[in-house]
Nanobody, 122 residues
Framework: QVQLVESGGGLVQAGGSLRLSCAASGRTFTPYAMAWFRQAPGKEREFVATTGASGGYTYYADSMKGRFTISKDNAKNTGYLQMNSLKPEDTAIYYC???????????????WGQGTQVTVSS
C-alpha cells in the first residue's frame, strides 16, 4: 500500500505560481509512476501530467504544457507539480496519484491522495 498526501495549495493571483507537493509513505514511492489530476467545480476529474518512476519521462495534457512541470525527488519520496502562469480556469482540487505504469486515465491509478485546493483569482 502507498499513502499519498498533497500539500501546497492555496489562493494565488492570475499569472502567479504555485508548487504542489505529494508526499508518499508506506511502500517506497521510488518504483511508482506518478500523476496529477484535477477537478474543477461542476466538472469531471481531468488528467494534468504524469511521470515515470525515475522522473525522466514526462507527459502533459495539452492545456498544461509549457506552464506546468511535474517532477520527483525519490530520495524524499515526494513528487511535485510546479504551476506557472496560473489562470482562473486552473482553479480546482488537485490530486496526486501513483501507479506502476504511466497513464492518463483515472482507473489506471490505484493510489490517490485526498487533494489540495488551488484557487486562482482574476
Amino acid at each position: 500500500q502507498v499513502q499519498l498526501v498533497e500539500s501546497g495549495g492555496g489562493l494565488v493571483q492570475a499569472g502567479g505560481s504555485l508548487r504542489l507537493s505529494c508526499a508518499a509513505s508506506g511502500r517506497t514511492f521510488t518504483p511508482y509512476a506518478m500523476a496529477w489530476f484535477r477537478q474543477a467545480p461542476g466538472k469531471e476529474r481531468e488528467f494534468v501530467a504524469t511521470t515515470g518512476a525515475s522522473g525522466g519521462y514526462t507527459y502533459y495534457a495539452d492545456s498544461m504544457k509549457g506552464r506546468f512541470t511535474i517532477s520527483k525527488d525519490n530520495a524524499k519520496n515526494t513528487g511535485y507539480l510546479q504551476m506557472n502562469s496560473l489562470k482562473p480556469e486552473d482553479t480546482a482540487i488537485y490530486y496526486c496519484a501513483a501507479s506502476d505504469r504511466v497513464g492518463s486515465a483515472e482507473r489506471h491509478y490505484p493510489y490517490w491522495g485526498q487533494g489540495t485546493q488551488v484557487t486562482v483569482s482574476s
